[in-house]
Every structure is written in C-alpha cells, then in structure tokens.
C-alpha cells in the first residue's frame, strides 16, 4: 500500500493547478514546439527539436510525480492562528541542544516549500521527534547513532 502524503490545502490547491497547466497548455505548447523544429528538417541534427523533446520528458516527469503525490494525498487543515502542537503545515522554531540560534521549519512535504523557511518531513528522525510535541517542550532523535536534543521554542500555523 503507497504511503500517504499530508499536504496542506494550500500546496494541494496548487499541485492541482499547477497538473492541470502541464496537462492542457503545457502539452500543447511542447508538442508546437516539436513541430516548429520538425518542421527545420533533419532531426539528427536539430537542436531545437532535442531541446523540445527533453522538456517534453522533464514535463511529463513532473506530471507523473504530482498524480503520484495527488493520488495517495491526504489533506490536513493547519492549526489557525499557531497551534498547541507540532502537525503537519505548522511551522516550528527549535533549538538544538548546545546552540543558541533559533531556526524554523514547515513541517509537511517538500512541496509545502515557502520561501524563508526549510522544511521538514514528518517521517524523517527530526520530524518523527517534534510531531505531537509542545511549546517548551525538550525531545530528543537518533541520527547515525548518535543521540541529538532539542527543544520546541514555539509553534505556528502555517
């Protein structure tokens, strides 16, 4: 069974419009291009025609990985106003143990991505240790063996 994908409704709404445009006018504006450069002749040589093709693979790339993601979503509403606790589409400020410097992360998939803020995976070591956690709170990871602190400065919506 695929594993499921908590998507904000914000980066939900947004891969679904961006599938649409790759699959309406992004598909027809490729294959106009592959004509143009057909239309130059000899295909062995014509770099317009290959250049054509490769972004017809890239796009069609990016079509299947968004239906993929799309297909096992699962759309979580964020906290309003900032959250009691670390879920997906909060932002969470940690600091970890021996550092002073605060830093931020958007806890959701990859294409939660914001500008000014990194984002976390909920499965990864990190974000299996926040998620469910609370302001204040102090928990702790293993990466690679070694045994990493941290606490939960605060939480926000996203």
Do not use: C, W
């Not at 419009?17 to 239309?39: F, V, W």
């Not at 972004?55 to 993601?69: N, T």
């Amino acid at each position: 069974m695929p594993e499921a994908h908590e998507l904000s409704r914000t980066a939900y709404d947004r891969l679904r419009s961006e599938l649409e445009a790759l699959t309406t006018e992004g598909r027809i504006d490729i294959a106009h291009k592959i004509e143009a450069a057909r239309a130059l002749g000899d295909l062995s040589e014509n770099g317009d025609y290959h250049a054509a093709k490769e972004q017809q693979g890239k796009m069609e790339a990016r079509i299947r990985q968004i239906s993929g993601l799309l297909a096992d979503a699962v759309v979580v509403d964020s906290p309003r106003g900032g959250g009691d606790t670390v879920a997906v589409g909060t932002i969470v400020h940690l600091r970890f143990e021996g550092d002073d410097e605060v830093e931020h992360f958007l806890v959701g998939s990859i294409e939660e991505h914001r500008e000014g803020v990194e984002v976390l995976s909920p499965g990864s070591p990190l974000g299996q240790a926040v998620m469910g956690a609370s302001s204040g709170e102090r928990r702790s990871y293993e990466v690679n063996g070694n045994r990493l602190g941290i606490e939960v400065v605060a939480i926000e919506a996203g």
